[in-house]
């Protein structure tokens, strides 16, 4: 099992948009940080790419999907302030490669709860950057490793 947890790139700033919160849009930066992405995940693979459904985020893997002739599956369970149901999904992604956007809320939830119930080896100075991507790998619904990769960052 293969998770690429990629935080939503740069996005219009939240205390100026003014209409709703889930359709704030990519920044021009935010855009470049979503053509990266195609670089560095491409040739991972994955089979699926599931996102949050708020605009940032399914724009920011939408390259990507076009890319691998892949469907954006969006579910709510990658939105914000939804941690135990993404927990509860990358779990129920045994033995898959996937691809998950979600919200700077939620991505280090995830990695805290997974280092303290599959005692994944976490380092002291956790990052999450916008465009940023988390390679977790494991089997059986559990995790055994990850690796931060900083935005446009290929793995090592």
């Known amino acids: 099992m293969t998770i690429l947890l990629v935080r939503h790139a740069k996005a219009s700033n939240r205390y100026r948009w003014e209409g709703d919160d889930r359709l704030r849009p ?34 920011t893997v939408e390259p990507l999907a076009e890319t691998l002739s892949l469907p954006v599956e969006r579910t709510e369970a990658l939105a914000e302030g ?26 280090p939830e995830i990695l805290w709860a997974l280092g303290d119930r599959d005692g994944l080896k976490l380092p002291p100075d956790l990052r ?29």
């Open 128 to 156: 999450w950057a916008k465009g940023s991507t988390w390679l977790l790998e494991g089997a059986g619904g559990r995790f055994s490793s990850a690796e931060y990769l900083p935005p446009g960052r290929a793995a090592s």
């Open 26 to 59: 990519l920044t021009k930066k935010g855009r470049e940080q979503a053509r990266l992405l195609v670089d560095v995940l491409a040739p991972l693979a994955p089979e699926r790419v599931l996102s949050s459904p708020y605009t940032r985020c399914v724009q």
């Open 82 to 107: 939804h941690t135990p149901s993404a927990l509860h999904l990358l779990r129920s992604l045994s033995d898959q490669s996937v691809v998950t956007c979600g919200h700077g809320d939620v991505i």
